[in-house]
C-alpha cells in the first residue's frame, strides 16, 4: 500500500515535467526537503496550479513513492504576493531560496531554517526598491549564521581582537578573507599569514575594507537592520558613494564567501546583478 503523510511546506523550486505536471521542491519543517510531482498542475484551472508556485505555504497531502513523492492535495496557508510585484524582491527571493537549497537537508526536521527564510521573505515582501540589497545581505547573513559559517565580522579571526571601523579615518583598513572565515587586521596580519596554518597554504589577492564596509557588515548580526547608512557617514564623502552601491559591495563579498564555502555558484546572483543595477 502507498503511504502517505501531511506536512506543511513552501515551495522552492518548480520545473515543468512532461506536459502538463511540475516537480516541486518543497521545504517543511518536520520533514525537511520534499521532491514531489505535481500531477497536472499546468493544465488550465488545475487546482494545484496556484499551489505549485514559487514562495507558497501549503498545507500538503503526500504520497511516498519510490524516487519521487506525489502530491495529491494542497491547502494554502499564505502567499508571498508582493514578492512578484516587483522584480528585484523576487530576484532577492530566489537568491536566498538557492542558498537554503544548499544549505537543508531530506528525511530531517528543519524547522529554524524554514522559519529563518519564511522570516526574511517577509521582510523582502515589504522592503522597497531601495532597500532590497540591504535586506538580501541580511537574511543571507542570518542563514549562513544558522549554518554556523557566517563570516567574523567583530573580531580578527587571527588575533581574537575586537575590531571597531574608524568611520572617521578614511584610510581606515582591515583585511577580509574566506578562508580565514571573515576579519583579518592589516596590521600583522602579513606577518602571521606567511607562517601559519591554512590562511597561508592558497595565498590569494586581499580584500580590504573600508570602515564602511565593516560598519555595514556588523549591522547584519542584528535583529533588525538599518539600511540607511552607519550614524556618522554621508554622501558628502565621496568614498562612501551611494548607500545602494555599498550594500552592492557588502553582497559581492558575502556571495563570494558563499560560493567559496558550499564550493557552488550562486545562480541567481547574476540576475540581481542585472536588475538591481539601475536602482
Same mark, same amino acid.
Given at each position: 500500500?502507498?503511504?502517505?503523510?501531511?506536512?506543511?511546506?513552501?515551495?522552492?523550486?518548480?520545473?515543468?515535467?512532461?506536459?502538463?505536471?511540475?516537480?516541486?521542491?518543497?521545504?517543511?519543517?518536520?520533514?525537511?526537503?520534499?521532491?514531489?510531482?505535481?500531477?497536472?498542475? *499546468?493544465?488550465?484551472?488545475?487546482?494545484?496550479?496556484?499551489?505549485?508556485?514559487?514562495?507558497?505555504?501549503?498545507?500538503? #497531502?503526500?504520497?511516498?513513492?519510490?524516487?519521487?513523492?506525489?502530491?495529491?492535495?494542497?491547502?494554502?496557508? *499564505?502567499?508571498?504576493?508582493?514578492?512578484?510585484?516587483?522584480?528585484?524582491? #523576487?530576484?532577492?527571493?530566489?537568491?536566498?531560496?538557492?542558498?537554503?537549497?544548499?544549505?537543508?537537508?531530506?528525511?530531517?526536521?528543519?524547522?529554524?531554517?524554514?522559519?529563518?527564510?519564511?522570516?526574511?521573505?517577509?521582510?523582502?515582501?515589504?522592503?522597497?526598491?531601495?532597500?532590497?540589497?540591504?535586506?538580501?545581505?541580511?537574511?543571507?547573513?542570518?542563514?549562513?549564521? #544558522?549554518?554556523?559559517?557566517?563570516?567574523?565580522?567583530?573580531?580578527?579571526?587571527?588575533?581574537?581582537?575586537?575590531?571597531?571601523?574608524?568611520?572617521?579615518?578614511?584610510?581606515? *583598513?582591515?583585511?577580509?578573507?574566506?578562508?580565514?572565515?571573515?576579519?583579518?587586521?592589516?596590521?600583522?596580519?602579513?606577518? #602571521?599569514?606567511?607562517?601559519?596554518?591554512?590562511?597561508?597554504?592558497?595565498?590569494?589577492?586581499?580584500?580590504?575594507?573600508?570602515?564602511?564596509?565593516?560598519?555595514?557588515?556588523?549591522?547584519?548580526?542584528?535583529?533588525?537592520?538599518?539600511?540607511?547608512?552607519?550614524?556618522?557617514?554621508?554622501?558628502?564623502?565621496?568614498?562612501?558613494?551611494?548607500?545602494?552601491?555599498?550594500?552592492?559591495?557588502?553582497?559581492?563579498?558575502? *556571495?563570494?564567501?558563499?560560493?567559496?564555502?558550499?564550493?557552488?555558484?550562486?545562480?541567481?546572483?547574476?540576475?540581481?546583478?542585472?536588475?538591481?543595477?539601475?536602482?
Amino acid at each position: 500500500m502507498s503511504q502517505t503523510y501531511k506536512a506543511t511546506g513552501i515551495n522552492l523550486k518548480a520545473i515543468p515535467l512532461g506536459e502538463t505536471d511540475r516537480l516541486l521542491t518543497i521545504l517543511t519543517p518536520d520533514v525537511g526537503l520534499v521532491r514531489a510531482v505535481a500531477p497536472g498542475s *499546468r493544465k488550465h484551472q488545475s487546482r494545484l496550479g496556484g499551489r505549485s508556485d514559487l514562495f507558497v505555504i501549503n498545507e500538503c #497531502l503526500v504520497v511516498k513513492g519510490k524516487r519521487l513523492d506525489k502530491l495529491i492535495q494542497a491547502e494554502t496557508l *499564505r502567499t508571498f504576493s508582493g514578492l512578484s510585484q516587483h522584480l528585484g524582491r #523576487l530576484t532577492a527571493s530566489q537568491y536566498l531560496a538557492e542558498v537554503v537549497l544548499l544549505m537543508a537537508l531530506s528525511d530531517c526536521p528543519q524547522g529554524d531554517l524554514f522559519h529563518v527564510f519564511v522570516e526574511h521573505l517577509e521582510r523582502l515582501e515589504t522592503a522597497s526598491p531601495g532597500t532590497v540589497l540591504a535586506a538580501l545581505c541580511h537574511g543571507l547573513y542570518h542563514l549562513l549564521a #544558522l549554518a554556523g559559517v557566517a563570516p567574523e565580522v567583530h573580531r580578527c579571526t587571527l588575533s581574537r581582537a575586537e575590531i571597531v571601523p574608524n568611520l572617521l579615518d578614511p584610510a581606515w *583598513r582591515v583585511e577580509f578573507s574566506c578562508e580565514a572565515g571573515g576579519l583579518v587586521q592589516v596590521n600583522g596580519a602579513t606577518q #602571521l599569514s606567511e607562517g601559519q596554518g591554512h590562511y597561508s597554504s592558497a595565498p590569494k589577492r586581499p580584500i580590504l575594507l573600508t570602515a564602511t564596509d565593516v560598519a555595514l557588515l556588523q549591522q547584519l548580526t542584528k535583529p533588525e537592520i538599518l539600511s540607511t547608512l552607519p550614524m556618522g557617514l554621508d554622501n558628502k564623502d565621496p568614498q562612501t558613494g551611494k548607500t545602494q552601491q555599498l550594500w552592492a559591495r557588502v553582497e559581492r563579498l558575502l *556571495r563570494e564567501y558563499t560560493e567559496n564555502y558550499f564550493e557552488r555558484p550562486i545562480r541567481s546572483a547574476a540576475l540581481v546583478d542585472v536588475c538591481l543595477a539601475t536602482l
